[in-house]
């Protein structure tokens, strides 16, 4: 099939789809990798798609999963489109080729929201200028919140990750017939979407599906069950119905989400309490993925890329103004920080010599940064594993006042998408189209040849640097300037 054909069509096992050409690239949208998750299913593992008669459109965005707007602050700063409907398990796919001989590498992109928002839906995660640049981009919609990761005693857990593993397998597959070659495929993910693919490399089922992996400020993780299972209790409790997926399958779609909406509300990653997230399975995920990947028991031979943003806390802290008022607190809040992280004295001041200047939240946050992702990131890369893992930092600082080099900032460069209107919305105006440029090009030669550009972490050395001295545990690095040219001021 010609990429230049206005409506491409591609023959996959369940039935044609066709989808456009836009900007000389093939762009599928929506296409179902497994059956709607509705009714007695909607808790239950993905099941296998029913063939289709004729030609599918995939013209538009699939259906997202069912999910709570963000609130407030957040709203403005974090696109998340809906897109109603019940067929949420579906994929995406840009192509300059779509042709089976094609052979191209391919990125699987998975979004980030706690696992309780996010879609592939958002402009910035648009792939255009992956396939432009020679690579077929798939970013996957999988379920979301207590339909995901809520635990029950009559319905496997873990479900996102089984939606996950499945929208891999139709990649396996079917992306040949799109241009792309199995046996190069790299996933990659942000917060929830790295921490996913953390789960990914340690789950036996997973095995094969992918050659390399990247996790952009996501650390692998399994949540206590006792924690993910009290947020399904408090939601029973509220909606006055047994704590089953039988019993939750039976409530109205919003009130469902309501309530999640409302036991979720004092959790967070700084704040600790009831949360959604991945667990120790039998048959997903038999052990905790970051132990089991720093001694290699799981996904030895599978190269790394990782890193983190310089201030990811700005983004959990400065739009609700806890940024402000920890700082009020004064030492309390980085005695507080420090006993919550479980970092010693040590540990604060070698942080006082590296920022110098720093306040209160600011110190705060690190610790916390530290606990959550450079750390267990750190350990991963570090461990005696034979494949190479990269390192990298992004400090540039976003023209969005109090957000600095937040979690989350890097996503528009990595994908080229800094012209998207969402994009300055965390970025501000006049965000570095040199920066995306440099950091697009090093996602796309990782996913084509494994090399992004620099040397793999040699257990010594610093993190390449995006836009900024990696700082954060380098005191030899300064203190970078505040950002000019608001579009908003955030406490």
């Known amino acids: 099939m010609n990429a230049k054909d206005a409506r491409p069509q591609v023959r996959t096992a369940h039935g044609v789809v066709e989808g456009r050409t836009e900007r000389g690239i093939a762009v599928f949208r929506g296409i179902p990798y497994a059956a709607p998750p509705v009714g007695p299913a909607a808790f239950a593992a993905p099941a296998p798609l029913a063939p289709w008669d004729g030609v599918r459109?995939?013209?538009?965005?699939?259906?997202t999963s069912?999910?709570?707007?963000?609130?407030?602050?957040?709203?403005?700063?974090?696109?998340?489109?809906?897109?109603?409907?019940?067929?949420?398990?579906?994929?995406?796919?840009?192509?300059?080729?779509?042709a089976?001989?094609?052979?191209?590498?391919?990125?699987?992109?998975?979004?980030?929201?706690?696992?309780?928002?996010?879609?592939?839906?958002?402009?910035?995660?648009?792939?255009?200028?992956?396939?432009?640049?020679?690579?077929?981009?798939?970013?996957?919609?999988?379920?979301?919140?207590?339909?995901?990761?809520?635990?029950?005693?009559?319905?496997?857990?873990?479900?996102?990750?089984?939606?996950?593993?499945?929208?891999?397998?139709?990649?396996?597959?079917?992306?040949?017939?799109?241009?792309?070659?199995?046996?190069?495929?790299t996933v990659f993910g942000e917060s929830a979407g790295a921490i996913s693919i953390g789960a990914l490399l340690a789950a036996p089922r997973a095995t094969g599906l992918f050659t390399r992996a990247v996790l952009q400020s996501g650390a692998p993780e399994a949540l206590p069950r006792d924690r993910v299972?009290?947020?399904v209790r408090r939601m029973a409790s509220l909606l006055k119905v047994p704590a089953t997926a039988r019993a939750f399958a039976d409530v109205d779609r919003r009130t469902l989400l309501a309530a999640q909406d409302t036991v979720l509300r004092r959790s967070g990653p700084l704040l600790g309490g009831p949360a959604f997230?991945?667990?120790?399975?039998?048959?997903?995920?038999?052990?905790?993925?970051?132990?089991?990947?720093?001694?290699g028991r799981a996904s030895a031979e599978v190269?790394?890329?990782?890193?983190?943003?310089?201030?990811?806390?700005?983004?959990?802290?400065?739009?609700?103004?806890?940024?402000?008022?920890?700082?009020?607190?004064?030492?309390?809040?980085v005695s507080l920080a420090r006993r919550r992280t479980g970092k010693d004295r040590a540990a604060v001041r070698a942080l006082r010599a590296a920022l110098p200047g720093a306040g209160p939240a600011e110190l705060a946050g690190q610790l916390f940064t530290d606990r959550l992702l450079r750390d267990p990131l750190r350990a991963l890369a570090a461990a005696d594993r034979p494949a190479p893992v990269h390192l990298y930092e992004f400090g540039w600082r976003s023209g969005v006042p109090g957000l600095g080099a937040c979690h989350a900032l890097e996503i528009g460069f990595v994908f080229d998408t800094l012209a998207v209107p969402e994009s300055s919305w965390l970025a501000g105006p006049d965000a570095p189209q040199a920066l995306a440029d440099e950091m697009h090009a090093a996602w796309v030669a990782y996913a084509t040849c494994g090399d992004p550009?620099?040397?793999?972490?040699?257990?010594?050395?610093?993190?390449?640097?995006?836009?900024?001295?990696?700082?954060?545990?380098?005191?030899?690095?300064?203190?970078?300037?505040?950002?000019?040219?608001?579009?908003?001021?955030?406490?």
Not at 57 to 63: E, L, R, V
Not at 136 to 147: D, I, K
Not at 306 to 328: F, S
């Open 57 to 63: 459109d995939a013209g538009a965005f699939g259906p």
């Open 66 to 98: 069912p999910k709570v707007p963000y609130a407030g602050p957040f709203a403005t700063l974090l696109s998340d489109p809906e897109v109603p409907g019940d067929d949420c398990l579906n994929l995406n796919v840009w192509t300059p080729d779509p």
């Open 100 to 185: 089976p001989g094609a052979g191209l590498p391919v990125l699987v992109w998975l979004h980030g929201g706690a696992l309780t928002r996010g879609s592939s839906a958002c402009p910035v995660y648009d792939g255009a200028a992956f396939a432009r640049d020679g690579v077929v981009l798939v970013s996957v919609n999988y379920r979301l919140g207590v339909l995901g990761y809520g635990l029950f005693p009559d319905a496997p857990a873990n479900r996102g990750l089984r939606d996950q593993i499945a929208a891999l397998e139709w990649v396996r597959d079917h992306i040949r017939a799109f241009g792309g070659d199995p046996a190069r495929v």
């Open 229 to 231: 299972r009290t947020v």
């Open 277 to 295: 997230g991945l667990v120790t399975d039998p048959d997903t995920l038999p052990e905790d993925p970051l132990d089991a990947l720093v001694h």
């Open 303 to 333: 190269p790394l890329l990782m890193g983190w943003t310089t201030e990811e806390y700005r983004l959990w802290l400065a739009p609700t103004g806890a940024m402000r008022r920890l700082d009020r607190l004064g030492p309390v809040a």
């Open 453 to 491: 550009g620099w040397a793999p972490y040699d257990g010594a050395g610093r993190p390449k640097e995006f836009g900024g001295p990696a700082r954060v545990g380098h005191p030899q690095a300064g203190p970078e300037g505040e950002p000019v040219s608001p579009t908003r001021v955030l406490p």
